[in-house]
């Protein structure tokens, strides 16, 4: 499912299915990463696929994560989610006015995790070959006592078993 090419890796996931790259041994409280996007192809059919980047992993149950939602429509939602004993709650969500995606599209991620109590969360999405936005489109700050320590960093990836073209 994993493949790696120059300058780039790749994530083959089907319709119902996730993949997880995790680097446990790194261990932070301050995670700040950019990274490109790129589908493949434009979402059909009833679902959504997401792109989560985990910028703070305490342990499997308990971690901060910025998500990039994508469905049929190409419309671009941005979520920062706390996952706490297993259980995921959404601190802040917003869908990106103007901004879309199909196949081949390539978006740029911005997203930090950093300080501790309070965490500062934020991230911002923007189509690759333009400037980076200065603006976060969403940024929070939680103070979740569990979350308040260092942690791992990863990525997740999933598609909807309603997309039809996964």
């Known amino acids: 499912a994993f493949s790696v090419e120059p300058g780039q890796g790749k994530v083959d996931v089907g319709a119902g299915q996730e993949r997880k790259a995790r680097l446990d041994t790194v261990k932070s409280d301050e995670a700040d990463a950019t990274f490109d996007y790129t589908f493949e192809k434009s979402v059909t059919g009833s679902g959504n696929s997401w792109l989560d980047f985990v910028g703070r992993q305490i342990d ?13 429509s190409g419309a671009v939602r941005l979520d920062l989610t706390r996952v706490v004993s297993g259980a995921s709650s959404t601190i802040a969500s917003t869908t ?19 300080q ?51």
């Open 60 to 72: 499997s149950s308990n971690y901060y994560r910025s998500r990039v939602i994508t469905g049929a």
């Open 116 to 166: 501790t109590s309070p965490t500062q969360l934020k991230v911002k999405v923007w189509k690759a070959g333009t400037a980076e936005p200065e603006a976060w489109n969403l940024e929070r700050t939680d103070s979740t006592a569990v979350l308040q320590a260092e942690g791992g960093v990863g990525f997740t990836f999933y598609v909807s078993g309603s997309v039809t073209n996964a």
């Open 96 to 114: 990106v006015p103007g901004l879309t995606v199909e196949g081949g599209e390539t978006l740029k991620v911005r997203t930090q995790t950093t």
